[in-house]
Protein backbone atom coordinates (compact mmCIF):
# COMPACT_ATOMS: atom_id res chain seq x y z
CA UNK A 1 0.00 0.00 0.00
CA UNK A 2 1.41 3.73 -1.40
CA UNK A 3 1.23 6.09 1.68
CA UNK A 4 -0.42 8.61 1.42
CA UNK A 5 0.46 12.79 1.63
CA UNK A 6 -1.66 16.00 1.96
CA UNK A 7 -0.36 19.01 0.68
CA UNK A 8 -2.14 21.81 1.54
CA UNK A 9 -1.39 25.58 1.13
CA UNK A 10 -3.70 28.83 0.35
CA UNK A 11 -1.63 31.47 -0.21
CA UNK A 12 1.14 33.10 -2.47
CA UNK A 13 4.31 32.61 -0.38
CA UNK A 14 3.16 29.08 0.64
CA UNK A 15 2.49 28.22 -2.85
CA UNK A 16 5.95 29.17 -3.83
CA UNK A 17 7.20 27.65 -0.71
CA UNK A 18 5.63 24.30 -1.23
CA UNK A 19 6.35 23.92 -5.00
CA UNK A 20 9.27 22.17 -4.88
CA UNK A 21 7.59 19.91 -2.51
CA UNK A 22 5.15 18.79 -5.03
CA UNK A 23 7.70 18.14 -7.42
CA UNK A 24 9.67 16.28 -5.65
CA UNK A 25 7.15 13.71 -4.04
CA UNK A 26 6.02 13.48 -7.00
CA UNK A 27 9.06 11.57 -8.36
CA UNK A 28 8.40 9.25 -5.24
CA UNK A 29 6.38 6.10 -6.77
CA UNK A 30 6.08 4.57 -3.60
CA UNK A 31 3.68 8.10 -2.34
CA UNK A 32 0.65 8.84 -3.36
CA UNK A 33 0.17 12.67 -2.99
CA UNK A 34 -2.53 15.00 -3.64
CA UNK A 35 -2.42 18.80 -3.26
CA UNK A 36 -5.08 20.75 -1.93
CA UNK A 37 -5.41 24.46 -1.97
CA UNK A 38 -7.70 26.24 0.47
CA UNK A 39 -7.56 29.07 -2.07
CA UNK A 40 -7.10 31.79 0.74
CA UNK A 41 -6.28 34.07 -2.23
CA UNK A 42 -6.86 33.34 -5.73
CA UNK A 43 -5.15 35.49 -8.34
CA UNK A 44 -2.06 35.35 -6.56
CA UNK A 45 -2.24 32.08 -6.20
CA UNK A 46 -3.03 30.87 -9.23
CA UNK A 47 -0.23 32.91 -10.79
CA UNK A 48 1.64 30.60 -8.69
CA UNK A 49 0.25 27.18 -9.47
CA UNK A 50 0.79 28.46 -13.56
CA UNK A 51 4.31 28.86 -13.46
CA UNK A 52 4.87 25.69 -11.62
CA UNK A 53 2.41 23.68 -13.67
CA UNK A 54 1.15 22.41 -10.27
CA UNK A 55 -3.18 20.76 -10.86
CA UNK A 56 -4.60 20.33 -7.47
CA UNK A 57 -6.58 17.36 -6.74
CA UNK A 58 -8.57 20.07 -4.16
CA UNK A 59 -9.59 23.49 -4.60
CA UNK A 60 -12.32 24.55 -1.80
CA UNK A 61 -11.92 28.24 -3.37
CA UNK A 62 -12.74 29.71 -0.02
CA UNK A 63 -11.35 33.44 -0.86
CA UNK A 64 -13.93 36.33 -0.30
CA UNK A 65 -13.60 39.79 -0.91
CA UNK A 66 -12.17 41.64 2.55
CA UNK A 67 -12.23 38.40 4.43
CA UNK A 68 -11.98 38.27 8.19
CA UNK A 69 -10.30 35.81 10.30
CA UNK A 70 -13.22 34.17 12.03
CA UNK A 71 -14.97 33.29 8.98
CA UNK A 72 -11.64 32.35 6.76
CA UNK A 73 -10.18 29.71 10.24
CA UNK A 74 -13.69 28.58 10.40
CA UNK A 75 -14.74 27.88 6.88
CA UNK A 76 -11.04 26.41 6.35
CA UNK A 77 -11.36 23.69 9.16
CA UNK A 78 -14.94 22.90 7.90
CA UNK A 79 -14.40 22.33 4.00
CA UNK A 80 -11.01 20.44 4.93
CA UNK A 81 -13.11 17.69 6.64
CA UNK A 82 -14.69 16.33 3.68
CA UNK A 83 -11.38 16.19 1.92
CA UNK A 84 -9.15 14.42 5.09
CA UNK A 85 -12.08 11.85 5.77
CA UNK A 86 -12.16 10.98 1.63
CA UNK A 87 -8.43 10.47 1.03
CA UNK A 88 -7.25 9.79 4.05
CA UNK A 89 -3.88 10.84 4.24
CA UNK A 90 -1.23 9.21 6.37
CA UNK A 91 1.03 13.32 6.59
CA UNK A 92 -0.42 16.15 6.21
CA UNK A 93 1.93 18.89 5.17
CA UNK A 94 1.44 22.54 5.92
CA UNK A 95 3.74 25.43 5.45
CA UNK A 96 4.67 28.61 7.79
CA UNK A 97 2.54 31.29 9.29
CA UNK A 98 -0.89 31.93 7.41
CA UNK A 99 -4.88 31.12 8.41
CA UNK A 100 -4.53 28.22 6.15
CA UNK A 101 -1.88 26.82 8.00
CA UNK A 102 -3.40 27.02 11.46
CA UNK A 103 -6.16 25.78 10.88
CA UNK A 104 -5.36 22.87 8.07
CA UNK A 105 -3.26 21.88 11.04
CA UNK A 106 -6.15 22.01 13.25
CA UNK A 107 -7.96 19.81 11.10
CA UNK A 108 -5.13 17.41 9.86
CA UNK A 109 -4.65 16.57 14.04
CA UNK A 110 -8.46 16.13 14.27
CA UNK A 111 -8.17 13.67 11.54
CA UNK A 112 -5.81 11.29 13.08
CA UNK A 113 -2.60 12.15 10.22
CA UNK A 114 0.89 13.02 11.10
CA UNK A 115 1.76 16.67 11.01
CA UNK A 116 3.99 18.31 9.35
CA UNK A 117 5.31 21.51 9.16
CA UNK A 118 7.48 23.13 6.63
CA UNK A 119 9.15 26.27 7.68
CA UNK A 120 8.83 25.10 11.48
CA UNK A 121 10.43 27.36 14.69
CA UNK A 122 10.75 31.12 12.97
CA UNK A 123 9.54 32.79 16.31
CA UNK A 124 9.58 36.72 17.56
CA UNK A 125 8.27 35.59 20.60
CA UNK A 126 6.00 38.61 20.40
CA UNK A 127 2.11 37.54 20.09
CA UNK A 128 1.12 40.18 18.29
CA UNK A 129 3.37 41.10 15.78
CA UNK A 130 3.39 39.58 13.46
CA UNK A 131 -0.42 39.54 13.45
CA UNK A 132 -1.56 36.89 13.32
CA UNK A 133 1.12 34.49 11.98
CA UNK A 134 3.25 34.48 15.02
CA UNK A 135 0.34 32.50 16.98
CA UNK A 136 -0.47 30.87 13.14
CA UNK A 137 3.03 29.44 13.50
CA UNK A 138 3.30 28.88 17.09
CA UNK A 139 -0.47 27.01 17.11
CA UNK A 140 0.65 25.08 14.29
CA UNK A 141 3.92 23.81 16.09
CA UNK A 142 1.93 22.64 19.04
CA UNK A 143 0.07 20.09 16.43
CA UNK A 144 2.69 19.27 14.47
CA UNK A 145 4.23 15.75 14.64
CA UNK A 146 7.26 16.55 12.25
CA UNK A 147 9.30 19.97 12.29
CA UNK A 148 11.11 21.02 9.49
CA UNK A 149 12.87 23.69 10.53
CA UNK A 150 14.71 26.24 8.25
CA UNK A 151 18.02 27.20 10.38
CA UNK A 152 19.56 26.18 13.26
CA UNK A 153 17.71 29.05 14.72
CA UNK A 154 14.50 28.05 13.89
CA UNK A 155 15.47 24.42 15.90
CA UNK A 156 16.67 25.64 18.79
CA UNK A 157 13.35 27.89 19.31
CA UNK A 158 11.72 24.71 18.91
CA UNK A 159 14.17 23.24 21.26
CA UNK A 160 13.32 26.14 23.61
CA UNK A 161 9.16 24.61 23.62
CA UNK A 162 10.18 21.50 24.82
CA UNK A 163 9.54 19.99 21.11
CA UNK A 164 11.75 16.09 20.66
CA UNK A 165 14.85 16.49 19.07
CA UNK A 166 14.11 13.51 17.13
CA UNK A 167 11.13 15.15 15.55
CA UNK A 168 13.12 18.20 14.33
CA UNK A 169 15.41 18.44 11.59
CA UNK A 170 17.21 21.27 10.01
CA UNK A 171 16.51 21.51 5.98
CA UNK A 172 16.65 25.00 4.63
CA UNK A 173 14.70 26.94 3.28
CA UNK A 174 12.52 25.48 0.37
CA UNK A 175 12.08 29.40 -1.11
CA UNK A 176 15.41 28.59 -2.09
CA UNK A 177 14.86 25.65 -3.91
CA UNK A 178 12.00 27.59 -5.70
CA UNK A 179 14.28 30.68 -6.35
CA UNK A 180 16.97 28.70 -8.03
CA UNK A 181 14.31 26.61 -10.34
CA UNK A 182 12.82 30.13 -11.11
CA UNK A 183 16.67 31.68 -11.98
CA UNK A 184 17.09 28.10 -13.79
CA UNK A 185 14.28 28.65 -16.20
CA UNK A 186 14.84 32.62 -16.66
CA UNK A 187 18.23 31.97 -17.87
CA UNK A 188 16.95 29.10 -20.04
CA UNK A 189 17.51 31.18 -23.85
CA UNK A 190 13.95 29.28 -24.46
CA UNK A 191 11.73 31.01 -21.61
CA UNK A 192 9.16 33.78 -22.77
CA UNK A 193 7.03 35.78 -20.31
CA UNK A 194 4.37 38.29 -21.78
CA UNK A 195 5.28 40.30 -18.11
CA UNK A 196 8.83 40.30 -18.48
CA UNK A 197 8.71 41.44 -21.81
CA UNK A 198 5.94 44.03 -20.89
CA UNK A 199 8.60 45.20 -17.76
CA UNK A 200 11.39 45.98 -20.25
CA UNK A 201 9.22 48.43 -22.11
CA UNK A 202 7.38 50.13 -19.73
CA UNK A 203 10.25 50.56 -17.02
CA UNK A 204 13.19 53.14 -17.31
CA UNK A 205 16.14 50.73 -16.44
CA UNK A 206 18.68 53.40 -16.56
CA UNK A 207 17.12 54.80 -13.55
CA UNK A 208 18.31 52.88 -9.82
CA UNK A 209 15.47 50.56 -9.52
CA UNK A 210 13.85 50.68 -6.03
CA UNK A 211 11.41 47.36 -5.66
CA UNK A 212 9.01 47.61 -3.31
CA UNK A 213 6.33 45.27 -1.54
CA UNK A 214 4.10 45.68 1.58
CA UNK A 215 0.93 43.98 3.00
CA UNK A 216 0.88 43.26 6.63
CA UNK A 217 -1.66 43.63 8.89
CA UNK A 218 -0.39 45.40 11.74
CA UNK A 219 0.90 48.02 8.93
CA UNK A 220 -2.49 48.31 8.35
CA UNK A 221 -4.00 52.11 8.66
CA UNK A 222 -1.48 54.36 10.11
CA UNK A 223 1.41 52.23 9.06
CA UNK A 224 0.68 52.24 5.27
CA UNK A 225 -0.21 56.08 5.63
CA UNK A 226 3.48 56.57 7.16
CA UNK A 227 5.20 54.05 4.44
CA UNK A 228 3.10 55.87 1.50
CA UNK A 229 4.59 59.35 2.74
CA UNK A 230 8.18 57.84 3.17
CA UNK A 231 7.76 56.22 -0.56
CA UNK A 232 6.59 59.84 -1.70
CA UNK A 233 9.26 61.82 -0.29
CA UNK A 234 12.06 59.14 -1.64
CA UNK A 235 10.96 59.60 -5.09
CA UNK A 236 10.72 63.42 -4.68
CA UNK A 237 14.16 63.80 -3.09
CA UNK A 238 15.92 61.64 -5.52
CA UNK A 239 14.08 62.04 -9.42
CA UNK A 240 17.17 59.78 -10.53
CA UNK A 241 15.74 56.70 -8.49
CA UNK A 242 12.33 55.07 -9.92
CA UNK A 243 10.32 53.42 -7.55
CA UNK A 244 8.27 50.44 -8.95
CA UNK A 245 5.96 48.39 -6.79
CA UNK A 246 3.61 45.51 -7.50
CA UNK A 247 1.05 46.19 -5.43
CA UNK A 248 -0.89 43.50 -3.24
CA UNK A 249 -4.64 42.85 -3.71
CA UNK A 250 -5.69 43.02 -0.12
CA UNK A 251 -8.12 45.91 -0.05
CA UNK A 252 -6.74 47.26 3.02
CA UNK A 253 -3.50 47.69 0.95
CA UNK A 254 -5.18 48.96 -2.48
CA UNK A 255 -7.04 51.76 -0.49
CA UNK A 256 -4.23 53.72 0.71
CA UNK A 257 -1.18 52.82 -2.05
CA UNK A 258 -3.08 53.96 -4.71
CA UNK A 259 -4.78 57.17 -3.09
CA UNK A 260 -1.70 58.17 -2.01
CA UNK A 261 1.04 57.77 -4.58
CA UNK A 262 -0.67 57.20 -7.81
CA UNK A 263 -0.03 60.71 -8.92
CA UNK A 264 3.57 60.52 -8.26
CA UNK A 265 5.90 60.02 -11.28
CA UNK A 266 8.38 58.03 -10.39
CA UNK A 267 6.38 56.50 -8.68
CA UNK A 268 4.98 52.79 -11.13
CA UNK A 269 1.86 51.57 -9.29
CA UNK A 270 1.51 47.58 -10.79
CA UNK A 271 -0.42 44.43 -10.21
CA UNK A 272 0.96 41.53 -8.45
CA UNK A 273 3.75 40.05 -10.60
CA UNK A 274 4.42 36.19 -11.33
CA UNK A 275 6.67 34.74 -9.60
CA UNK A 276 9.34 34.64 -12.14
CA UNK A 277 9.01 38.44 -13.24
CA UNK A 278 9.37 39.35 -9.45
CA UNK A 279 12.41 37.18 -9.07
CA UNK A 280 13.62 38.77 -12.57
CA UNK A 281 12.74 42.61 -11.05
CA UNK A 282 14.74 42.09 -8.21
CA UNK A 283 17.47 41.15 -9.84
CA UNK A 284 17.12 44.50 -11.80
CA UNK A 285 16.55 46.33 -8.47
CA UNK A 286 19.03 48.30 -6.86
CA UNK A 287 17.69 47.81 -3.46
CA UNK A 288 14.14 46.57 -1.76
CA UNK A 289 11.97 47.66 0.94
CA UNK A 290 9.68 45.06 2.18
CA UNK A 291 7.38 44.00 4.95
CA UNK A 292 7.41 40.54 3.10
CA UNK A 293 8.87 37.36 4.75
CA UNK A 294 9.89 35.54 1.91
CA UNK A 295 11.73 38.37 0.23
CA UNK A 296 13.52 38.94 2.83
CA UNK A 297 14.94 35.34 2.24
CA UNK A 298 15.34 35.79 -1.61
CA UNK A 299 16.83 39.02 -1.95
CA UNK A 300 20.11 38.22 0.17
CA UNK A 301 20.66 35.23 -2.05
CA UNK A 302 20.20 37.80 -5.47
CA UNK A 303 23.28 40.28 -3.39
CA UNK A 304 20.31 42.89 -2.83
CA UNK A 305 20.01 44.75 0.23
CA UNK A 306 16.50 44.91 1.81
CA UNK A 307 14.92 47.63 4.28
CA UNK A 308 12.29 45.85 6.24
CA UNK A 309 9.37 48.18 7.03
CA UNK A 310 8.43 45.74 10.60
CA UNK A 311 9.41 46.78 14.35
CA UNK A 312 10.21 42.96 14.44
CA UNK A 313 11.66 39.85 12.86
CA UNK A 314 11.59 36.38 13.13
CA UNK A 315 13.81 36.11 10.37
CA UNK A 316 17.16 37.14 12.44
CA UNK A 317 19.56 35.39 9.79
CA UNK A 318 19.66 37.89 7.01
CA UNK A 319 19.73 40.78 9.97
CA UNK A 320 22.89 39.20 11.33
CA UNK A 321 24.38 38.72 7.89
CA UNK A 322 24.43 42.34 7.53
CA UNK A 323 21.86 42.36 3.96
CA UNK A 324 19.12 43.73 5.49
CA UNK A 325 17.83 46.30 7.83
CA UNK A 326 15.02 47.00 9.90
CA UNK A 327 13.02 50.28 9.77
CA UNK A 328 10.11 49.81 10.98
CA UNK A 329 7.10 51.94 9.28
CA UNK A 330 8.56 55.53 10.49
CA UNK A 331 8.25 57.48 8.01
CA UNK A 332 11.84 59.26 8.84
CA UNK A 333 13.92 56.29 9.54
CA UNK A 334 12.73 54.69 6.07
CA UNK A 335 13.62 57.72 3.99
CA UNK A 336 16.96 57.83 5.70
CA UNK A 337 17.93 54.30 5.68
CA UNK A 338 17.01 54.40 1.81
CA UNK A 339 19.05 57.57 1.21
CA UNK A 340 22.02 56.40 2.69
CA UNK A 341 21.86 53.21 0.48
CA UNK A 342 21.32 56.03 -2.41
CA UNK A 343 24.44 57.75 -1.74
CA UNK A 344 26.82 55.92 0.64
CA UNK A 345 28.78 53.19 -1.49
CA UNK A 346 30.74 51.77 1.05
CA UNK A 347 27.80 50.94 2.82
CA UNK A 348 25.68 50.12 -0.24
CA UNK A 349 28.78 47.17 -1.19
CA UNK A 350 28.70 46.14 2.35
CA UNK A 351 25.04 45.56 2.69
CA UNK A 352 24.52 43.95 -0.87
CA UNK A 353 27.19 40.98 -0.57
CA UNK A 354 25.77 37.74 -1.72
CA UNK A 355 25.09 35.68 1.40
CA UNK A 356 22.13 33.47 1.75
CA UNK A 357 21.27 31.90 5.04
CA UNK A 358 18.58 30.10 3.99
CA UNK A 359 19.39 27.11 2.36
CA UNK A 360 21.33 25.42 -0.49
CA UNK A 361 18.29 24.52 -2.58
CA UNK A 362 17.40 21.19 -1.27
CA UNK A 363 15.18 21.49 1.28
CA UNK A 364 12.46 19.72 -0.75
CA UNK A 365 14.05 16.37 -0.69
CA UNK A 366 15.71 16.62 2.89
CA UNK A 367 12.02 17.04 3.86
CA UNK A 368 11.04 13.70 1.21
CA UNK A 369 14.12 11.52 3.02
CA UNK A 370 13.39 12.56 6.45
CA UNK A 371 9.47 11.20 5.71
CA UNK A 372 10.71 8.14 4.38
CA UNK A 373 11.96 6.57 7.52
CA UNK A 374 8.80 7.14 9.11
C1 LIG B 1 -2.23 36.55 3.84
C2 LIG B 1 -1.72 35.94 5.14
C3 LIG B 1 -0.34 36.46 5.46
C4 LIG B 1 0.60 36.30 4.30
C5 LIG B 1 -0.02 36.93 3.06
C6 LIG B 1 0.85 36.68 1.86
C7 LIG B 1 -3.30 35.40 6.93
C8 LIG B 1 -4.14 35.92 8.02
N1 LIG B 1 -2.60 36.31 6.23
O1 LIG B 1 -2.45 37.94 4.06
O2 LIG B 1 0.18 35.77 6.59
O3 LIG B 1 1.82 36.91 4.59
O4 LIG B 1 -1.30 36.34 2.81
O5 LIG B 1 0.50 37.52 0.80
O6 LIG B 1 -3.27 34.22 6.68
N2 LIG B 1 -7.03 39.19 -2.31
C9 LIG B 1 -7.44 39.09 -3.62
N3 LIG B 1 -6.81 38.19 -4.45
C10 LIG B 1 -5.80 37.40 -4.03
C11 LIG B 1 -5.36 37.52 -2.70
C12 LIG B 1 -6.00 38.41 -1.86
O7 LIG B 1 -8.35 39.79 -4.05
O8 LIG B 1 -5.28 36.60 -4.82
C13 LIG B 1 -7.72 40.14 -1.41
C14 LIG B 1 -9.13 39.64 -1.02
O9 LIG B 1 -9.99 40.75 -0.89
C15 LIG B 1 -8.89 39.00 0.35
C16 LIG B 1 -7.85 39.95 0.91
O10 LIG B 1 -7.00 40.26 -0.20
O11 LIG B 1 -10.05 38.91 1.14
C17 LIG B 1 -7.06 39.45 2.09
O12 LIG B 1 -6.51 38.17 1.85
P1 LIG B 1 -5.96 37.33 3.13
O13 LIG B 1 -5.37 36.05 2.63
O14 LIG B 1 -7.03 37.21 4.16
O15 LIG B 1 -4.88 38.26 3.76
P2 LIG B 1 -3.50 38.76 3.19
O16 LIG B 1 -3.33 40.17 3.61
O17 LIG B 1 -3.40 38.42 1.76
N1 LIG C 1 6.11 37.79 -5.01
C1 LIG C 1 5.57 37.57 -6.27
N2 LIG C 1 5.00 38.62 -6.94
C2 LIG C 1 4.94 39.87 -6.41
C3 LIG C 1 5.48 40.07 -5.10
C4 LIG C 1 6.05 39.02 -4.43
O1 LIG C 1 5.60 36.46 -6.79
O2 LIG C 1 4.42 40.78 -7.07
C5 LIG C 1 6.70 36.64 -4.28
C6 LIG C 1 8.05 36.87 -3.63
O3 LIG C 1 9.09 36.53 -4.52
C7 LIG C 1 8.00 35.95 -2.43
C8 LIG C 1 6.53 35.88 -2.08
O4 LIG C 1 5.82 36.36 -3.21
O5 LIG C 1 8.40 34.63 -2.75
C9 LIG C 1 6.23 36.71 -0.86
O6 LIG C 1 4.85 36.78 -0.68
P1 LIG C 1 4.17 37.83 0.28
O7 LIG C 1 5.03 39.01 0.44
O8 LIG C 1 2.78 38.01 -0.24
O9 LIG C 1 4.03 37.01 1.64
P2 LIG C 1 5.00 36.76 2.89
O10 LIG C 1 6.27 36.18 2.38
O11 LIG C 1 5.18 38.07 3.58
O12 LIG C 1 4.21 35.82 3.74
Keep these: MKKKNLIVFGTRPEAIKMAPLVKAFDQQPEYETRVCITAQHREMLDQVLDFFEIKPQYDLDLMRPNQNLYTLTATIIESLKPVLEDFKPDFVFVHGDTTTTM ?4 AAFYSGAKVCHVEAGLRTFNKRNPFPEEMNRSIAGRLTDFHFAPTITSKENLLKENIPVNDIIVTGNTVIDALLFSVNKLNNNHY ?28 HGEGFNSICK ?10 ETQLIYPVHLNPNVQKPVYELLRDITNIKLIDPLSYPAFVWLMEKSYLIITDSGGVQEEAPGLGKPVLVMRNTTERPEAVEAGTVILVG ?17 YHYEKMAKTHNPYGDGKASSRIVEFIKTK
Design 103 to 106: AAAL
Design 329 to 345: TDTKKIVTETERLLNDN
Design 192 to 219: TDSEIEQLRETVDFSKKLILITGHRREN
Design 230 to 239: ALETIAKNNP
